[in-house]
């Protein structure tokens, strides 16, 4: 493949032919509306904005790298799984990105929240979010943190271990508190995602499991423990999922352990939770459900299992996180570098170095996670070259975009936009590397609001209070 020679940066004349699902966009200028928030556009002159605001002019403000979040496509996706879901309780997933301007979001539009830290309460608590509209999950919950939850009322706490119930009774016992709750249970799914992201199978972490037991071990001790109420079990199969089919094999097997902790105890439990994990598009591989479809999907599973069992239908729940809050946001970053590298058979790789990486996106490093990334300060006629979007830290894997088509005449100091970029990209950052955090600014109808400061040198000296 043969492309222009542009600037002195890329001599390369023949690139890597990249990823079969990868390809060359006819045209690059144009943005694939199934990756970028609602608002987001390309305007003529070739600068792309967010909810009105200018990638330059927020470079300019708010300096590079920078987070841009959508408010209203944050605020839409959340009404679309309420209404979807309708009748259902949501939790948005706190720990896919949650600030206290966030939990107003959620609180506004009707959701429930689910946090898994001392953290993620905290956050919620300070914004004034209704501590029974509150879900504490967690697997390893200290006793401080389950005090905070259980003193402040917290709605619910997803149990994971006897370990964690010893220390709720303990707690409860001693203060005279009440505890709801739920009992996580592993319902023995092969989740159709990466390792570290599948959370149903046996051999992990999380939960209890109901091939040996000891889910409903852990249910009859809460059920008849006069601390605590037992209002059903929570199932989550793991996260970035298409196939419903994970669902639906989670959705007969806690139905069933429903069915048989009626037989076994003459009381049928009020609530099913089956978690998040909805899936969102990062490149154009990727093509979602829709809540609507989803929720059709789910609801006709459960109802099914319920005539199957002669069971009411229990009160169901979900917490989705990156669904809601994933396509919100974009990462913008600066070029700093550009490198042909060669490789075997003559091939050249180009290698685009920005100013953030591995410390603001660790999920291509940790889950190979696939981005995509678009030039944003501007519109290019230039051929298209495979390229490889790398960030500035010590670290051969520091890769922000495995593969991507961008124009041959990227150079120093041009914007690179990764869509896609709100969930678990800022809420996993790192100071790797004594990196301080980008800021994150939400934009609505042209008016910029910083939800997170940029962390500054200042913040990460300040922790040094050693000689
Ligand atoms: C218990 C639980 N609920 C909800 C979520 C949210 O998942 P996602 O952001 O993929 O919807 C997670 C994360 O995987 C989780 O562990
Ligand atoms: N952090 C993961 C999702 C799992 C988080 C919650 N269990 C990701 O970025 O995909």
Redesign the pocket.
């Known amino acids: 493949m043969t492309h222009m020679h542009v600037a002195g940066a890329i001599h390369a004349d023949v690139s890597t032919p990249g990823p079969q699902w990868l390809e060359r966009p006819s045209d690059p200028n144009k943005l694939n509306s199934a990756l970028w928030s609602k608002t987001t556009e390309r305007a003529e002159d070739g600068v792309i904005s967010t909810a009105g605001l200018r990638v330059t002019d927020a470079i300019e403000q708010f300096g590079s790298p920078v987070y841009l979040m959508d408010e209203q496509d944050f605020r839409h996706r959340a009404r679309e799984f309420r209404d979807a879901f309708e009748g259902w309780t949501v939790y948005y ?1 706190g ?2 990105f949650l600030t206290r301007t966030v939990a107003h979001w959620v609180d506004e539009e009707g959701l429930s929240l ?1 946090v ?1 830290s001392a953290g993620e309460l905290a956050t919620a608590l300070q914004a004034g979010f209704d501590p029974a509209r509150i879900g504490m ?1 967690g697997n390893n919950k200290s006793v401080d943190e389950l005090a905070t939850a259980l003193d402040a009322g917290v709605g619910r706490i997803i149990i994971d271990s006897l370990d964690e119930l010893d220390r709720i009774i303990e707690l409860c016992e001693a203060n005279d508190w009440h505890a709801r709750v739920m009992v996580r249970v592993t319902p023995g799914v092969e989740a159709h995602t990466h390792e570290y ?1 599948a ?1 149903a199978h046996e051999d992990q972490k999380f939960g209890f499991s109901i091939t040996n037991n000891q889910a409903m071990v852990a249910m009859v001790r809460c059920h008849y423990d006069p601390h605590t109420t037992l209002l059903g079990i929570h199932s ?1 199969i ?3 999922i298409f196939d419903t089919g994970g669902f639906e094999v989670a959705a007969r097997r806690t139905m069933k352990l429903l069915s048989q902790f009626t037989d076994a105890t003459g009381t049928q439990l009020p609530e099913l939770d089956l ?4 899936g969102i598009a990062y490149t154009s591989q990727d093509s979602p459900s829709t809540p609507e479809q989803l929720a059709g999907d789910l609801r006709e599973i459960v109802a099914h299992e319920a005539r199957g069992h002669g069971m009411i239908e229990p009160r169901l729940s979900i ?5 809601i809050v994933g396509p919100a946001a974009m990462a913008v970053y600066t070029v700093g570098t550009v490198k042909p590298v060669d490789l075997e058979g003559g091939a050249q790789r180009i290698y685009v170095s920005v100013d953030g990486g591995m410390s603001d996106n660790i999920r291509p490093a940790l889950y190979a996670a696939e981005y995509s990334a678009v030039l944003a300060n501007r519109c290019s006629q230039a051929e298209t070259v495979l390229c490889r979007v790398v960030g500035k830290h010590c670290e051969g894997g520091d890769i922000l975009v495995h593969d991507v088509f961008l124009p041959a005449d990227v150079h120093p100091g041009d914007l690179l936009a990764v869509p896609a970029s709100g ?1 678990y990209s800022r809420s996993m950052a790192s100071n790797y590397n004594h990196t301080p955090r980008p800021p994150v600014v939400a934009v609505n109808d042209g008016v910029a609001k910083v939800l997170l400061r940029r962390e500054t040198l200042d913040d990460l000296m300040a922790l040094d209070v050693g000689e």
């Open positions: 997933a720990k896919a689910d898994c999950h992201i959370t989550h793991g996260s970035q978690g998040g994990g909805f917490e989705p996180g990156r669904a969930a």
